[in-house]
Protein backbone atom coordinates (compact mmCIF):
# COMPACT_ATOMS: atom_id res chain seq x y z
CA UNK A 1 0.00 0.00 0.00
CA UNK A 2 1.29 2.91 -0.99
CA UNK A 3 -0.61 5.69 1.09
CA UNK A 4 -1.74 4.04 4.40
CA UNK A 5 -5.39 2.70 5.24
CA UNK A 6 -7.58 6.13 4.08
CA UNK A 7 -10.51 5.55 6.60
CA UNK A 8 -11.78 8.81 5.39
CA UNK A 9 -13.13 7.94 2.64
CA UNK A 10 -15.38 5.47 4.76
CA UNK A 11 -17.00 8.36 6.88
CA UNK A 12 -16.77 10.64 3.53
CA UNK A 13 -19.33 7.45 1.61
CA UNK A 14 -21.35 6.40 4.86
CA UNK A 15 -24.40 8.24 4.09
CA UNK A 16 -24.71 6.47 0.69
CA UNK A 17 -23.00 3.12 1.71
CA UNK A 18 -25.90 2.60 4.54
CA UNK A 19 -28.77 5.05 3.31
CA UNK A 20 -28.94 3.40 -0.32
CA UNK A 21 -26.93 0.47 -0.14
CA UNK A 22 -27.84 -1.19 3.36
CA UNK A 23 -31.63 -0.24 2.71
CA UNK A 24 -31.35 -1.80 -0.55
CA UNK A 25 -29.95 -5.10 1.08
CA UNK A 26 -32.33 -5.00 4.11
CA UNK A 27 -35.51 -4.03 2.43
CA UNK A 28 -34.74 -7.61 -0.14
CA UNK A 29 -33.96 -9.81 2.49
CA UNK A 30 -36.87 -8.75 4.64
CA UNK A 31 -39.21 -8.94 1.80
CA UNK A 32 -37.44 -11.79 -0.20
CA UNK A 33 -37.88 -14.14 3.12
CA UNK A 34 -41.27 -13.29 3.60
CA UNK A 35 -42.02 -14.42 -0.34
CA UNK A 36 -39.82 -17.11 0.45
CA UNK A 37 -41.49 -18.94 3.15
CA UNK A 38 -44.60 -17.91 1.39
CA UNK A 39 -43.82 -19.46 -1.78
CA UNK A 40 -41.61 -21.94 0.05
CA UNK A 41 -44.84 -23.52 2.43
CA UNK A 42 -47.02 -23.65 -0.41
CA UNK A 43 -44.51 -26.12 -2.11
CA UNK A 44 -43.80 -27.78 0.69
CA UNK A 45 -47.31 -28.84 0.77
CA UNK A 46 -47.41 -29.78 -2.74
CA UNK A 47 -44.45 -31.88 -2.57
CA UNK A 48 -46.02 -34.08 0.15
CA UNK A 49 -49.39 -33.42 -1.74
CA UNK A 50 -51.46 -37.19 -2.42
CA UNK A 51 -51.48 -35.84 -6.14
CA UNK A 52 -48.71 -37.02 -8.01
CA UNK A 53 -48.60 -34.45 -10.50
CA UNK A 54 -48.86 -31.97 -7.69
CA UNK A 55 -45.68 -33.25 -6.14
CA UNK A 56 -43.61 -33.71 -8.74
CA UNK A 57 -44.24 -30.77 -10.34
CA UNK A 58 -43.05 -28.95 -6.93
CA UNK A 59 -40.04 -31.57 -6.46
CA UNK A 60 -38.81 -30.93 -10.32
CA UNK A 61 -39.00 -27.11 -9.28
CA UNK A 62 -37.07 -27.49 -6.07
CA UNK A 63 -34.19 -30.00 -7.52
CA UNK A 64 -34.01 -27.65 -10.30
CA UNK A 65 -33.31 -24.08 -8.27
CA UNK A 66 -31.04 -26.67 -5.93
CA UNK A 67 -28.71 -27.41 -8.62
CA UNK A 68 -28.13 -24.23 -9.89
CA UNK A 69 -25.62 -21.41 -9.18
CA UNK A 70 -27.53 -18.32 -8.20
CA UNK A 71 -25.54 -16.31 -10.21
CA UNK A 72 -27.28 -18.53 -13.18
CA UNK A 73 -30.78 -17.99 -11.67
CA UNK A 74 -29.72 -13.89 -11.23
CA UNK A 75 -29.21 -13.73 -14.99
CA UNK A 76 -32.21 -15.74 -15.92
CA UNK A 77 -34.18 -14.01 -14.11
CA UNK A 78 -33.10 -10.58 -14.86
CA UNK A 79 -33.75 -11.41 -18.37
CA UNK A 80 -36.77 -13.54 -18.28
CA UNK A 81 -38.89 -10.99 -15.77
CA UNK A 82 -39.22 -8.53 -18.44
CA UNK A 83 -40.76 -10.93 -21.13
CA UNK A 84 -43.30 -12.38 -18.43
CA UNK A 85 -44.22 -9.09 -17.50
CA UNK A 86 -44.84 -8.60 -21.66
CA UNK A 87 -46.95 -11.91 -21.28
CA UNK A 88 -48.99 -11.18 -18.66
CA UNK A 89 -50.14 -7.59 -19.73
CA UNK A 90 -50.30 -8.86 -23.17
CA UNK A 91 -47.59 -6.69 -24.69
CA UNK A 92 -45.91 -6.93 -27.41
CA UNK A 93 -42.08 -5.63 -26.48
CA UNK A 94 -40.48 -6.63 -23.13
CA UNK A 95 -41.41 -4.64 -20.26
CA UNK A 96 -39.07 -2.40 -18.41
CA UNK A 97 -38.45 -4.06 -14.90
CA UNK A 98 -36.35 -2.01 -12.50
CA UNK A 99 -33.74 -3.78 -10.81
CA UNK A 100 -35.19 -4.02 -7.24
CA UNK A 101 -38.47 -5.95 -8.48
CA UNK A 102 -35.95 -8.28 -10.69
CA UNK A 103 -33.96 -9.11 -7.47
CA UNK A 104 -36.94 -9.13 -5.56
CA UNK A 105 -38.72 -12.21 -8.22
CA UNK A 106 -35.83 -14.06 -8.28
CA UNK A 107 -34.50 -14.13 -4.50
CA UNK A 108 -37.83 -15.07 -3.72
CA UNK A 109 -38.24 -17.32 -6.54
CA UNK A 110 -35.06 -19.23 -5.70
CA UNK A 111 -35.24 -19.36 -1.64
CA UNK A 112 -38.06 -20.64 -2.00
CA UNK A 113 -36.86 -24.01 -3.16
CA UNK A 114 -34.55 -23.78 0.01
CA UNK A 115 -37.40 -23.01 2.88
CA UNK A 116 -39.39 -25.76 1.22
CA UNK A 117 -36.99 -27.94 2.20
CA UNK A 118 -37.03 -26.84 5.23
CA UNK A 119 -40.72 -26.36 5.67
CA UNK A 120 -41.60 -30.13 4.02
CA UNK A 121 -39.19 -31.47 7.12
CA UNK A 122 -40.91 -29.34 9.35
CA UNK A 123 -44.46 -30.83 8.58
CA UNK A 124 -42.98 -34.13 8.50
CA UNK A 125 -41.48 -33.50 12.23
CA UNK A 126 -45.43 -33.46 12.90
CA UNK A 127 -46.98 -36.49 14.70
CA UNK A 128 -49.46 -38.20 12.18
CA UNK A 129 -51.88 -38.49 15.06
CA UNK A 130 -52.03 -34.81 15.00
CA UNK A 131 -53.35 -34.59 11.32
CA UNK A 132 -56.20 -37.53 11.69
CA UNK A 133 -57.21 -35.81 15.02
CA UNK A 134 -57.95 -32.90 12.63
CA UNK A 135 -59.73 -34.91 10.23
CA UNK A 136 -62.13 -36.65 12.73
CA UNK A 137 -63.05 -33.76 14.46
CA UNK A 138 -64.51 -32.94 10.79
CA UNK A 139 -61.83 -30.11 10.00
CA UNK A 140 -61.12 -30.66 5.98
CA UNK A 141 -57.49 -30.29 4.49
CA UNK A 142 -56.88 -26.69 4.58
CA UNK A 143 -58.42 -25.85 8.29
CA UNK A 144 -56.19 -28.85 9.65
CA UNK A 145 -52.85 -27.60 7.68
CA UNK A 146 -53.93 -23.74 8.66
CA UNK A 147 -54.76 -24.59 12.63
CA UNK A 148 -52.66 -27.56 13.33
CA UNK A 149 -49.46 -29.05 11.58
CA UNK A 150 -48.48 -25.24 9.90
CA UNK A 151 -48.04 -23.58 13.49
CA UNK A 152 -46.09 -26.38 14.49
CA UNK A 153 -44.04 -27.01 11.60
CA UNK A 154 -43.18 -23.58 11.51
CA UNK A 155 -42.31 -23.37 15.94
CA UNK A 156 -40.18 -26.90 15.09
CA UNK A 157 -38.48 -24.63 12.12
CA UNK A 158 -37.79 -21.36 13.60
CA UNK A 159 -34.27 -21.52 14.05
CA UNK A 160 -33.75 -23.41 10.41
CA UNK A 161 -35.23 -20.91 8.75
CA UNK A 162 -33.86 -17.99 10.03
CA UNK A 163 -30.73 -19.41 9.58
CA UNK A 164 -31.82 -19.53 6.15
CA UNK A 165 -32.42 -15.78 6.10
CA UNK A 166 -28.91 -15.12 7.53
CA UNK A 167 -27.71 -16.81 4.12
CA UNK A 168 -30.08 -14.96 1.96
CA UNK A 169 -29.02 -11.55 3.71
CA UNK A 170 -25.52 -12.62 2.64
CA UNK A 171 -26.48 -14.23 -0.68
CA UNK A 172 -28.09 -10.71 -1.75
CA UNK A 173 -24.99 -9.32 -2.53
CA UNK A 174 -24.74 -11.70 -5.92
CA UNK A 175 -26.99 -9.73 -7.21
CA UNK A 176 -23.73 -6.88 -7.85
CA UNK A 177 -23.62 -8.87 -11.19
CA UNK A 178 -26.61 -7.01 -12.00
CA UNK A 179 -24.82 -4.03 -11.39
CA UNK A 180 -27.95 -3.38 -8.45
CA UNK A 181 -26.62 -1.11 -5.85
CA UNK A 182 -27.11 -3.28 -2.75
CA UNK A 183 -24.30 -2.67 -0.21
CA UNK A 184 -21.21 -4.24 -1.66
CA UNK A 185 -22.62 -2.53 -5.59
CA UNK A 186 -22.93 0.90 -3.09
CA UNK A 187 -19.33 0.43 -1.85
CA UNK A 188 -17.77 -1.07 -5.23
CA UNK A 189 -18.70 2.46 -7.04
CA UNK A 190 -17.33 4.37 -4.01
CA UNK A 191 -14.38 2.32 -4.32
CA UNK A 192 -13.80 2.31 -8.28
CA UNK A 193 -14.60 6.09 -8.26
CA UNK A 194 -11.81 7.27 -5.21
CA UNK A 195 -9.50 4.24 -6.27
CA UNK A 196 -9.88 2.95 -2.64
CA UNK A 197 -10.79 -0.63 -3.06
CA UNK A 198 -8.33 -2.08 0.10
CA UNK A 199 -10.86 0.27 2.64
CA UNK A 200 -13.82 -0.13 0.73
CA UNK A 201 -13.78 -3.89 0.67
CA UNK A 202 -12.15 -4.31 4.32
CA UNK A 203 -15.17 -2.04 5.38
CA UNK A 204 -17.82 -4.61 3.59
CA UNK A 205 -16.75 -7.23 4.96
CA UNK A 206 -16.64 -6.25 8.26
CA UNK A 207 -19.88 -5.08 7.95
CA UNK A 208 -21.19 -8.16 6.88
CA UNK A 209 -19.60 -9.89 9.65
CA UNK A 210 -20.52 -7.59 12.41
CA UNK A 211 -24.58 -8.54 11.22
CA UNK A 212 -24.11 -12.11 9.70
CA UNK A 213 -22.55 -13.01 13.43
CA UNK A 214 -25.03 -11.14 15.35
CA UNK A 215 -28.07 -12.40 13.52
CA UNK A 216 -26.58 -15.86 13.64
CA UNK A 217 -25.86 -15.75 17.81
CA UNK A 218 -29.69 -14.24 18.34
CA UNK A 219 -30.85 -17.81 16.56
CA UNK A 220 -29.06 -20.09 18.36
CA UNK A 221 -30.41 -18.56 21.55
CA UNK A 222 -33.26 -18.53 20.26
CA UNK A 223 -32.79 -22.10 19.91
CA UNK A 224 -31.85 -22.73 23.03
CA UNK A 225 -34.69 -20.74 24.71
CA UNK A 226 -36.94 -23.22 22.38
CA UNK A 227 -35.21 -26.21 23.36
CA UNK A 228 -36.03 -25.78 27.06
CA UNK A 229 -39.87 -25.19 26.60
CA UNK A 230 -40.47 -28.40 24.43
CA UNK B 1 -43.23 -14.13 -26.27
CA UNK B 2 -41.54 -11.96 -29.26
CA UNK B 3 -38.70 -13.72 -29.34
CA UNK B 4 -36.73 -15.13 -32.26
CA UNK B 5 -35.06 -18.47 -30.72
CA UNK B 6 -31.86 -19.63 -32.93
CA UNK B 7 -30.65 -22.70 -31.48
CA UNK B 8 -27.90 -22.83 -34.22
CA UNK B 9 -26.19 -19.71 -32.76
CA UNK B 10 -24.16 -22.68 -30.87
CA UNK B 11 -22.43 -23.89 -34.30
CA UNK B 12 -21.40 -20.16 -34.66
CA UNK B 13 -17.81 -18.97 -34.38
CA UNK B 14 -17.33 -17.26 -31.32
CA UNK B 15 -15.41 -13.45 -31.36
CA UNK B 16 -12.59 -14.48 -29.67
CA UNK B 17 -11.08 -17.12 -32.66
CA UNK B 18 -11.48 -20.10 -30.45
CA UNK B 19 -14.18 -21.81 -32.61
CA UNK B 20 -17.79 -22.50 -32.00
CA UNK B 21 -19.87 -21.22 -28.94
CA UNK B 22 -20.14 -24.43 -27.92
CA UNK B 23 -16.62 -25.70 -27.70
CA UNK B 24 -16.32 -22.07 -25.76
CA UNK B 25 -19.44 -23.19 -23.13
CA UNK B 26 -17.66 -26.87 -22.76
CA UNK B 27 -13.78 -24.62 -22.01
CA UNK B 28 -15.87 -22.89 -19.45
CA UNK B 29 -17.24 -26.17 -17.99
CA UNK B 30 -13.60 -27.42 -17.88
CA UNK B 31 -12.72 -23.95 -16.11
CA UNK B 32 -15.72 -24.56 -13.71
CA UNK B 33 -14.57 -28.14 -12.67
CA UNK B 34 -10.69 -26.81 -11.99
CA UNK B 35 -11.38 -24.24 -10.01
CA UNK B 36 -13.91 -26.71 -7.62
CA UNK B 37 -11.24 -29.76 -7.75
CA UNK B 38 -8.93 -27.48 -6.37
CA UNK B 39 -10.70 -25.63 -4.03
CA UNK B 40 -12.03 -29.14 -2.86
CA UNK B 41 -8.78 -30.15 -2.36
CA UNK B 42 -7.77 -27.41 0.02
CA UNK B 43 -11.19 -27.79 1.57
CA UNK B 44 -11.03 -31.02 2.48
CA UNK B 45 -7.25 -30.86 4.04
CA UNK B 46 -8.29 -27.35 6.37
CA UNK B 47 -11.59 -28.91 7.00
CA UNK B 48 -10.46 -32.09 8.52
CA UNK B 49 -8.04 -30.56 10.66
CA UNK B 50 -9.82 -27.94 11.48
CA UNK B 51 -12.78 -30.19 12.01
CA UNK B 52 -10.82 -32.53 14.11
CA UNK B 53 -8.72 -29.69 16.67
CA UNK B 54 -12.37 -28.60 17.43
CA UNK B 55 -13.03 -31.68 19.08
CA UNK B 56 -10.04 -32.28 21.39
CA UNK B 57 -9.48 -31.34 24.89
CA UNK B 58 -7.85 -28.15 24.45
CA UNK B 59 -9.75 -25.30 25.29
CA UNK B 60 -7.70 -22.46 23.29
CA UNK B 61 -7.52 -24.60 20.14
CA UNK B 62 -11.21 -25.45 19.96
CA UNK B 63 -11.52 -21.39 20.90
CA UNK B 64 -9.08 -20.75 17.65
CA UNK B 65 -10.47 -23.23 15.74
CA UNK B 66 -14.27 -21.89 16.23
CA UNK B 67 -12.70 -18.18 15.77
CA UNK B 68 -11.73 -19.68 11.80
CA UNK B 69 -15.29 -21.12 11.44
CA UNK B 70 -16.94 -17.61 12.85
CA UNK B 71 -15.05 -15.64 10.19
CA UNK B 72 -15.57 -17.57 7.16
CA UNK B 73 -18.78 -18.11 7.52
CA UNK B 74 -20.22 -14.65 8.41
CA UNK B 75 -18.64 -12.99 5.18
CA UNK B 76 -20.50 -13.22 1.44
CA UNK B 77 -18.58 -15.20 -0.61
CA UNK B 78 -18.53 -12.36 -3.15
CA UNK B 79 -16.89 -10.34 -0.38
CA UNK B 80 -14.34 -12.89 0.07
CA UNK B 81 -13.75 -13.19 -2.95
CA UNK B 82 -12.99 -9.40 -3.76
CA UNK B 83 -10.45 -9.23 -0.60
CA UNK B 84 -8.53 -12.40 -2.24
CA UNK B 85 -8.59 -10.57 -5.72
CA UNK B 86 -8.12 -6.74 -4.74
CA UNK B 87 -6.79 -6.45 -1.09
CA UNK B 88 -4.57 -9.69 -0.10
CA UNK B 89 -2.28 -8.32 -2.80
CA UNK B 90 -1.91 -5.49 -1.54
CA UNK B 91 -1.02 -6.45 1.83
CA UNK B 92 1.53 -9.16 0.53
CA UNK B 93 4.78 -7.89 0.61
CA UNK B 94 5.20 -5.98 -2.44
CA UNK B 95 7.77 -8.21 -4.72
CA UNK B 96 5.36 -11.15 -4.37
CA UNK B 97 2.19 -8.92 -4.43
CA UNK B 98 2.93 -7.26 -7.97
CA UNK B 99 4.38 -11.05 -9.18
CA UNK B 100 0.02 -11.89 -8.31
CA UNK B 101 -0.96 -9.13 -9.75
CA UNK B 102 0.84 -9.11 -13.03
CA UNK B 103 0.15 -12.91 -13.37
CA UNK B 104 -0.93 -13.27 -16.91
CA UNK B 105 -5.03 -13.93 -17.55
CA UNK B 106 -6.44 -16.55 -16.55
CA UNK B 107 -4.24 -17.23 -13.54
CA UNK B 108 -4.41 -13.64 -12.01
CA UNK B 109 -8.38 -14.80 -11.66
CA UNK B 110 -8.04 -18.41 -11.12
CA UNK B 111 -5.50 -18.47 -7.75
CA UNK B 112 -7.42 -15.81 -5.86
CA UNK B 113 -10.86 -17.67 -7.11
CA UNK B 114 -9.35 -21.30 -5.78
CA UNK B 115 -7.98 -19.70 -2.32
CA UNK B 116 -11.41 -18.10 -2.10
CA UNK B 117 -13.59 -21.04 -2.11
CA UNK B 118 -10.90 -23.31 -0.76
CA UNK B 119 -11.17 -21.76 2.53
CA UNK B 120 -14.57 -20.68 2.55
CA UNK B 121 -16.06 -24.66 1.42
CA UNK B 122 -13.44 -25.58 4.43
CA UNK B 123 -15.00 -23.91 7.21
CA UNK B 124 -17.82 -26.09 6.12
CA UNK B 125 -16.32 -29.26 5.29
CA UNK B 126 -15.26 -28.62 9.53
CA UNK B 127 -18.44 -28.52 10.57
CA UNK B 128 -19.38 -31.79 9.06
CA UNK B 129 -16.29 -33.71 10.10
CA UNK B 130 -16.75 -32.23 13.91
CA UNK B 131 -20.58 -33.36 13.80
CA UNK B 132 -19.18 -36.91 12.26
CA UNK B 133 -16.63 -37.11 15.31
CA UNK B 134 -19.29 -35.63 17.58
CA UNK B 135 -21.54 -38.54 16.40
CA UNK B 136 -19.12 -41.46 17.26
CA UNK B 137 -19.98 -43.05 20.67
CA UNK B 138 -18.05 -41.64 23.52
CA UNK B 139 -16.99 -44.88 24.59
CA UNK B 140 -15.11 -45.09 21.38
CA UNK B 141 -12.67 -43.00 22.56
CA UNK B 142 -12.40 -44.19 25.88
CA UNK B 143 -11.67 -47.46 24.61
CA UNK B 144 -8.50 -46.05 22.71
CA UNK B 145 -7.44 -44.80 25.63
CA UNK B 146 -7.60 -47.43 27.88
CA UNK B 147 -5.76 -49.78 25.25
CA UNK B 148 -2.96 -47.09 26.33
CA UNK B 149 -2.95 -44.88 22.87
CA UNK B 150 -2.05 -41.49 23.12
CA UNK B 151 -4.49 -39.13 22.02
CA UNK B 152 -3.06 -38.45 18.76
CA UNK B 153 -3.13 -42.04 18.03
CA UNK B 154 -6.72 -42.32 19.32
CA UNK B 155 -7.39 -40.16 16.83
CA UNK B 156 -5.51 -41.94 14.10
CA UNK B 157 -6.42 -45.09 14.55
CA UNK B 158 -9.97 -45.21 15.92
CA UNK B 159 -11.92 -41.92 15.82
CA UNK B 160 -10.82 -40.39 12.52
CA UNK B 161 -11.48 -43.74 9.87
CA UNK B 162 -14.77 -44.16 11.27
CA UNK B 163 -15.73 -40.71 11.47
CA UNK B 164 -14.79 -40.00 7.62
CA UNK B 165 -16.52 -42.85 6.25
CA UNK B 166 -19.74 -41.09 8.23
CA UNK B 167 -19.37 -37.76 7.08
CA UNK B 168 -18.64 -38.80 3.11
CA UNK B 169 -22.62 -38.69 2.45
CA UNK B 170 -23.11 -35.06 3.86
CA UNK B 171 -19.47 -34.15 2.39
CA UNK B 172 -21.25 -34.81 -1.88
CA UNK B 173 -23.56 -32.02 -1.37
CA UNK B 174 -20.86 -29.75 -0.46
CA UNK B 175 -18.52 -31.03 -3.16
CA UNK B 176 -21.68 -29.98 -5.67
CA UNK B 177 -21.96 -26.37 -3.22
CA UNK B 178 -18.40 -25.79 -4.55
CA UNK B 179 -19.11 -26.65 -8.30
CA UNK B 180 -21.70 -24.41 -7.90
CA UNK B 181 -20.29 -21.74 -5.72
CA UNK B 182 -17.55 -21.27 -8.25
CA UNK B 183 -19.56 -19.27 -10.52
CA UNK B 184 -19.08 -16.60 -8.41
CA UNK B 185 -15.29 -16.28 -9.74
CA UNK B 186 -17.02 -14.87 -12.70
CA UNK B 187 -17.38 -11.54 -10.42
CA UNK B 188 -13.31 -11.55 -10.41
CA UNK B 189 -12.71 -12.17 -14.10
CA UNK B 190 -12.71 -15.86 -14.37
CA UNK B 191 -14.63 -17.49 -17.49
CA UNK B 192 -16.12 -20.36 -15.80
CA UNK B 193 -19.14 -21.90 -17.19
CA UNK B 194 -22.08 -18.92 -16.06
CA UNK B 195 -18.79 -16.30 -17.21
CA UNK B 196 -18.56 -17.50 -20.73
CA UNK B 197 -22.96 -17.99 -20.74
CA UNK B 198 -22.95 -14.58 -20.10
CA UNK B 199 -20.12 -13.46 -22.32
CA UNK B 200 -21.92 -15.26 -24.87
CA UNK B 201 -25.46 -13.76 -24.56
CA UNK B 202 -23.82 -10.14 -24.79
CA UNK B 203 -21.58 -11.24 -27.88
CA UNK B 204 -24.77 -12.87 -29.98
CA UNK B 205 -27.76 -11.37 -27.95
CA UNK B 206 -29.01 -15.04 -27.75
CA UNK B 207 -29.74 -14.53 -23.96
CA UNK B 208 -32.25 -17.45 -23.02
CA UNK B 209 -30.11 -20.36 -25.39
CA UNK B 210 -26.97 -18.87 -23.60
CA UNK B 211 -28.27 -19.81 -19.68
CA UNK B 212 -30.11 -22.58 -21.33
CA UNK B 213 -27.16 -24.27 -22.34
CA UNK B 214 -25.37 -23.31 -18.81
CA UNK B 215 -28.42 -24.68 -17.33
CA UNK B 216 -28.54 -28.39 -19.33
CA UNK B 217 -23.97 -28.31 -18.95
CA UNK B 218 -25.08 -27.92 -14.46
CA UNK B 219 -27.63 -30.36 -14.63
CA UNK B 220 -25.39 -33.36 -16.13
CA UNK B 221 -22.43 -32.28 -14.06
CA UNK B 222 -24.46 -32.78 -10.29
CA UNK B 223 -25.80 -35.87 -11.61
CA UNK B 224 -22.72 -37.16 -12.42
CA UNK B 225 -21.42 -35.70 -9.39
CA UNK B 226 -24.53 -37.62 -7.59
CA UNK B 227 -23.85 -40.80 -9.49
CA UNK B 228 -20.19 -41.43 -8.14
CA UNK B 229 -19.88 -40.47 -5.41
CA UNK B 230 -23.33 -42.76 -4.23
CA UNK B 231 -20.92 -45.43 -5.55
CA UNK B 232 -18.28 -43.93 -3.84
CA UNK B 233 -20.52 -44.34 -0.29
CA UNK B 234 -21.33 -47.72 -1.24
CA UNK B 235 -17.78 -48.79 -0.96
CA UNK B 236 -16.87 -46.82 2.19
CA UNK B 237 -19.71 -47.04 4.30
CA UNK B 238 -19.60 -48.71 7.70
CA UNK B 239 -20.98 -52.04 7.69
CA UNK B 240 -23.49 -52.27 10.84
CA UNK B 241 -24.52 -48.46 10.73
CA UNK B 242 -27.60 -47.15 9.32
CA UNK B 243 -26.32 -44.56 6.69
CA UNK B 244 -28.04 -41.29 7.45
CA UNK B 245 -27.50 -38.49 5.76
CA UNK B 246 -27.85 -34.99 7.04
CA UNK B 247 -29.87 -32.45 5.38
CA UNK B 248 -27.99 -30.15 3.33
CA UNK B 249 -28.10 -26.71 3.83
CA UNK B 250 -27.06 -23.57 2.47
CA UNK B 251 -25.41 -23.33 -0.89
Known amino acids: MDSGFDFDVIQRSAGYLFRDGMTFTLTLTALAMLGGIFFG????????????????????????????????????????????????????????????????????????????????????????????????????????????????????MLPVLLTQTVILFQDTSLVYVISATDFLGAAAKVANRDYRLVEMYSFVAVVYFIISFGLSSLVKQLQNRIAIIR | MNYNWDWGVFLAAEPGGTGTYLKYLVVGLGWTLATALAAWGIALAIGSVVGTLRTTPYKWVVRLGNAYVEIFRNVPLIVQMFLWFFVVPELLPKGLGDWVKQMAPPWGSYLPAVMCLGLYTSVRVAEQVKAGIGSLSR?????????????????????????????????????????????????????????????????????????????????????????????????????????????????
Open chain 2, 139 to 251: GQGMAGTALGLSLGQCYRYVLLPQAFRIVLPPLTSEFMNVIKNSSVALTIGLLELTGRARAMQEFSFKVFEAFAAATVIYLLTNLLVVYGMRALERKVRVPGLISASAPAGGH
Open chain 1, 41 to 156: TLLAMMRLSKFRLLSMAAGAYVNLMRSLPLVLVIFWFFFLVPYIGAWLIGAKDPVKVGSFMSCLITFTMFEAAYYCEIMRAGIQSVARGQVWAGYALGLDYWQTMGRIVLPQAFRN
